[in-house]
């Protein structure tokens, strides 16, 4: 069966430090990643998405950027936090009938 | 433009009391509404998929049904265990992801 996996589940970062969250996925193969980011009052966002290697969509314009160096890994990476980069972070992989398997997210906090 | 509404915001139940939650879209040629579940400090879990109006499904106590302008997901004598976030989405454009809505939360109380 297919799991996926997706650390830390929270974080506290200062403003202007790195990022790095990572998802892997099990069971599957060539799976559609994406990375999605849910605010307080706000719908899930989405930030980036992958239908393969070297194949990243950038959804929002902003100071975050994505790479899958293997086919079952996605990271989701920042040269420096911002405030208002806050929020709940999360990992899903789908197939071609855009079915979505989330990971468990990561609480991302910049203070 | 928001492309996928729902409403309520939120809505309290009394257990038993049955209700509908309401997912409004405007994108044309809908290839999917999905309707997810999410707990508190968890990732969304799916629930359905329908595809073309007048389809229905259910699952327990939970029935979703699509017209060509929206969809509704009824609960039937909620329980405390069914309180959560409920998200509809539709896919994008280029049908390569999910755009989803700002959810409604539900809460049923004993």
């Known amino acids: 069966s297919q799991t996926i996996h997706q650390w830390p589940a929270t974080l506290v970062q200062p403003v202007g430090s790195p990022l790095s969250l990572e998802c892997t996925v099990e069971?599957?193969?060539?799976?559609?990643l994406y990375w999605y980011r849910q605010a307080a009052g706000r719908g899930l966002q989405l930030l980036f998405y992958s239908i393969g290697i070297d194949q990243i969509s950038s959804e929002v314009p902003q100071n975050l950027s994505a790479s899958r160096p293997q086919d079952r890994q996605f990271i989701l990476s920042s040269k420096k936090l911002l405030l208002s980069d806050s929020g709940f972070y999360l990992c899903a992989w789908g197939d071609r009938t855009l079915v979505h398997t989330f990971g468990s997210g990561t609480r991302l906090t910049v203070v | 433009e928001d492309q996928v509404t729902q409403s309520p915001e939120a809505l309290r139940l009394q257990e038993g009391e049955s209700s509908s939650l309401n997912c409004s879209y405007t994108?044309?040629?809908?290839?999917?509404l999905f309707w997810y579940r999410q707990d508190p400090g968890k990732g969304p879990e799916f629930l359905f998929t329908l595809y073309s109006a007048g389809e229905e499904k259910e699952k327990e106590r939970l029935k979703a049904t699509l017209t060509k302008k929206e969809s509704f997901l009824h609960i039937t004598a909620p329980k405390p265990e069914d309180s959560a976030t409920y998200l509809c989405?539709?896919?994008?454009?280029?049908?390569?992801?999910?755009?989803f809505g700002k959810g409604t939360t539900l809460s049923v109380s004993s």
């Open positions: 989405a539709v896919p994008n454009q280029a049908g390569t992801a999910l755009i």
């Open positions: 994108v044309s040629g809908l290839r999917g």
């Open positions: 069971g599957t193969s060539n799976p559609n």
